[in-house]
């Protein structure tokens, strides 16, 4: 046990301490639940433990009372006990359920912060593809694969699809995991507190290259947000409906890219399943 212990000292739980702030409640959340649920199992071990020991076969001073059968302070206590820890487990649930649900809007940057009026959310756009994903920025009319970036303490609203299989959008220093399913839109809305660059990585198995569909998550200054949108815009790739048919394309290891421009009815399109045909004809169609 000291040896374990002593090895995994050296692991970093980004689930336990996280840098967004939906994340860090989701770790108390899991904390919480965990503490709660040990105090059952704690004792349940120990008497386990305890009573092998004191009534095994050699020892002849345990109390031998074979018509034994009932005892309600005993009940109470094996009914009492569990049923408390159930009721708080569910309250606990239900309140985080409704206060963490990823399709709520955020009111708070953090446990002391209050979002500023004035302040509007970053919009991101998210569909996992084979095996890699698109991240589109509507606002500022950009595209990334295999990285996103965001302003620390500014709310950003993810809007996530998918191309053609179920996947998971996952980072785990930000919030939980959210799927992406082709033709429905779901959503993330989550906050990053600290600079750096966190993992992210589907949660879900889609296929031969579900291993390596792997990014970068960077959390950026506002000055920082800004000269990464403008280095965004340097880049000489567009795009369009016709390389995104190309970029959709089954391909594993894929590198970054960045395009400078995107069109701007291609989430849509990608959401609606009409990418290559006319949306309108398809709805129709539907």
Known sequence: ?????????????????????????????????????????????????????????????????????????????????????????????????????????????????????????????????????LFIYPEQGIATVNEVAAPIDVPINFKITASSVMNSFFVPALAGQVYAMPGMQTQLNAVMNSPGTYEGFSANYSGAGFSGMHFKFKGLSADEFSKWVQSVKGSSQVLSKESYVNLAAPSEGEPVHLYSSVDASLYDAILNQCVATSCRSAQATN
């Open 1 to 133: 046990m000291l040896a374990t212990a002593a090895l995994l000292s050296g692991c970093n739980s980004v689930l336990l301490n996280p840098s967004g702030s939906i994340a860090a409640q989701q770790s108390r959340l899991i904390v919480q639940s965990t503490f709660l649920m040990l105090l059952i199992v704690i004792p349940v071990i120990v008497l386990t433990v305890v009573f092998a020991w004191r009534y095994r076969q050699s020892n002849r001073e345990a109390t031998y009372t074979p018509d034994w059968d009932h005892s309600t302070q005993l009940e109470l206590v094996i009914w009492a006990a569990p049923l408390l820890i159930i009721i708080a487990l569910g309250a606990l649930t239900w309140i985080s359920s409704h206060t963490l649900d990823p399709f709520r809007p955020l009111r708070r940057i953090d446990a002391t912060r209050e979002i500023p009026a004035q302040m509007q959310p970053l919009t991101i756009e998210v569909v996992a593809l084979d095996w890699k994903w």
